[in-house]
């Protein structure tokens, strides 16, 4: 054969593995971009959810009274924050029914409360006309709950208080562990760092036992609506559970969004805490007229005239800061 034959061959031969390579290549490319896009949104929209969710109308709702975690999670503000993002986000937003077609690719929505926890997912019902209709509801709040060797029921909290209950005689304690420690003899409550494994396990164990059956409804679910893509419950390190067990907060999963040749699986933890910065006072020397930042821990010398967020604010407007035990001359 001539070399041009052998050249042809090639070419009919390579040619379709090139194209198939560079395929694959351009769905990968293509895969990474839109799963950086899509990392960045549910981000955003589980910090969003976060926020909302310490919007209270009752004072004694917040936290500090009590505890410093202590918080009632208003789940409704967080969620509608977390959909209004998602759908501005997704080119959604004037959509009702795109955004509905849309859910189906969450399973699952948790609002981790001080003493319990709600998760939001997709139900079957039967609609007033006899059929089978299928929206996303909120389940019922549940506790922290633990019972020991004794049968005794232990309800925890995102902190030391917890609630002791004798199911033989009814009687109940409520306390921080050190106190219901000493009035109950419950090994759990006698070692602070046993209490802590035994608490944080509790509600870990709770949520992922919750989040695997309510997964696998979604599936059964999705199916009749015609979605092949399989739901699973990612795999959680223990550092991103400490975290969503440490404070109030919302865990949510975003799955099988088509990205190239691949699907989109993740999910994103947003925080309710408001952290309370300490102010900074700006004041002026009366005799040498040096502007001078002080914090409310230190005796202010001198009347501050001015308040800022932070040191850095101070500082931009020409206060010098000035530590505490610092003389000021």
């Not at 390579?21 to 971009?33: F, G, H, P, V």
Request: proline share 4%.
């Amino acid at each position: 054969m001539k070399i041009t034959d052998w050249a042809i061959i090639f070419v009919l031969i390579a040619g379709p593995v090139l194209w198939i390579s560079s395929w694959n290549t351009e769905q990968l490319r293509e895969a990474n971009r839109l799963e950086i896009r899509y990392n960045s949104v549910l981000k955003t929209a589980a910090q969003d959810a976060g926020t909302l969710l310490n919007r209270n109308e009752s004072q004694h709702y917040e936290s500090g009274y009590g505890s410093v975690k202590f918080m009632r999670a208003d789940k409704e503000a967080g969620l509608a924050a977390l959909k209004e993002t998602l759908a501005l986000n997704f080119g959604i937003a004037d959509d009702p029914l795109a955004m509905q077609s849309f859910m189906t690719y969450i399973p699952a929505v948790v609002v981790i409360d001080y003493d319990g926890y709600y998760i939001y997912a997709m139900e079957e019902l039967t609609g007033t006309d006899g059929y089978s209709v299928a929206e996303h509801r909120w389940r019922p709040k549940k506790p922290y709950v633990y019972r020991d060797q004794e049968g005794k029921s232990l309800s925890f909290t995102l902190d030391q208080r917890v609630t002791v209950v004798n199911p033989v005689t009814g009687e109940s304690v409520t306390g921080l562990r050190e106190t219901v420690g000493s009035e109950w003899s419950i090994p759990v409550l006698q070692n602070e760092e046993a209490f802590e494994q035994v608490r944080r396990s509790v509600i870990v164990r709770s949520i992922e036992d919750d989040l695997a059956g309510i997964i696998h409804r979604h599936n059964e679910i999705s199916r009749k609506l015609g979605v092949s893509y399989t739901f699973t419950l990612p795999v959680i390190s223990q550092e991103e559970w400490n975290n969503t067990v440490d404070d109030v907060g919302v865990l949510v999963f975003l799955q099988g969004i088509p990205v190239g040749n691949q699907y989109y699986n993740n999910y994103a933890l947003g925080g309710g805490r408001l952290v309370k910065r300490r102010p900074v006072y700006g004041g002026i020397h009366p005799e040498t007229g040096i502007r001078y930042a002080f914090n409310d821990k230190c005796p202010f010398p001198f009347q501050p005239v001015e308040v800022f967020t932070n040191a850095r604010d101070a500082a931009a407007s020409g206060y010098f800061e000035a530590e505490c035990g610092q003389g000021v001359h």
